[in-house]
């Protein structure tokens, strides 16, 4: 139990396109999502959290207005990378918690992103 | 507040050796402490996990931590390192609120044949 899929595992787009990435919670409803990004050889920074139904809380120093954030569902939330640069290129994985995990997040498997 | 320190950047080891992850921690209160994996270009993998039950956690594929609180520490150990071992860890605190997550800077683990 407790699986979180990401689509797609890997994308490739022409600086100054959108890219937008999946992540679902497969086997059961998640109530918070979060969006992580990861350099190469660096450890994960949190973006930001979604609750279902409301606007995500974003961290210091992420756009939200370049990141957009949308959990219209309990077991879908989605990132777009709007107008994208080749310093958005990075590993962006999101992770999903429960009612009853509260402490406790299920990762996704990722995806790569790379701009061109 | 929360903070994670992983003390080595990289540890490298010989197949059939103890493994040996060091892990310090701060916390204003009573943390849960995880220990995820990460093989290249893939997600995270949970090893194991502390909720203020047994001091010594059991993980999966051998792994065990042990969380010390007059240390503020959660090393994470193995008898024997597989290679397959060799994967990159990290070590986690959990708090409240929002910023449920706080990510220590890994430790890449090396297993020499």
């Known amino acids: 139990g407790a699986v979180v899929s990401q689509h797609p595992s890997w994308v490739i787009c022409k600086s100054g396109t959108s890219v937008k990435i999946e992540c679902r919670s497969l086997?059961?409803?998640?109530?918070?999502m979060f969006w992580y990004r990861q350099f190469p050889k660096q450890s994960l920074m949190l973006m930001a959290t979604?609750?279902?139904?409301?606007?995500?809380?974003?961290e210091q120093g992420v756009e939200k207005d370049k990141f957009l954030i949308n959990h219209a569902s309990l077991t879908l939330s989605t990132l777009t990378v709007t107008s994208a640069h080749p310093e958005d290129s990075s590993f962006y994985i999101c992770?999903?918690?429960?009612?009853?995990?509260?402490?406790?997040?299920?990762f996704g498997p990722g995806t790569r992103l790379t701009v061109l | 507040a929360q903070s994670v320190t992983q003390l080595d950047s990289h540890v490298s080891v010989s197949e059939g050796t103890p493994v040996l992850l060091r892990c310090n921690y701060s916390?204003?209160?009573?943390?849960?402490l995880f220990w995820y994996v990460q093989h290249p270009n893939k997600g995270l993998q949970l090893l194991l996990k502390?909720?203020?039950?047994?001091?010594l956690v059991k993980g999966i594929n051998g792994f065990e931590a042990e969380f010390k609180k007059s240390e503020t520490s959660f090393h994470l150990t193995k008898p024997s390192a597989h290679m397959s071992d060799a994967a990159e860890y990290f070590c986690?605190?959990?708090?409240?609120?929002?910023?449920?997550?706080?990510f220590g800077s890994g430790t890449r683990l090396q297993v020499q044949p």
């Open positions: 992770s999903a918690r429960g009612h009853q995990q509260t402490r406790e997040q299920f």
């Open positions: 086997d059961f409803q998640a109530t918070t």
């Open positions: 979604s609750n279902e139904g409301s606007k995500a809380t974003y």
């Open positions: 916390s204003s209160y009573s943390p849960s």
């Open positions: 502390y909720t203020s039950a047994a001091t």
């Open positions: 986690v605190v959990s708090g409240t609120g929002r910023r449920a997550l706080t």
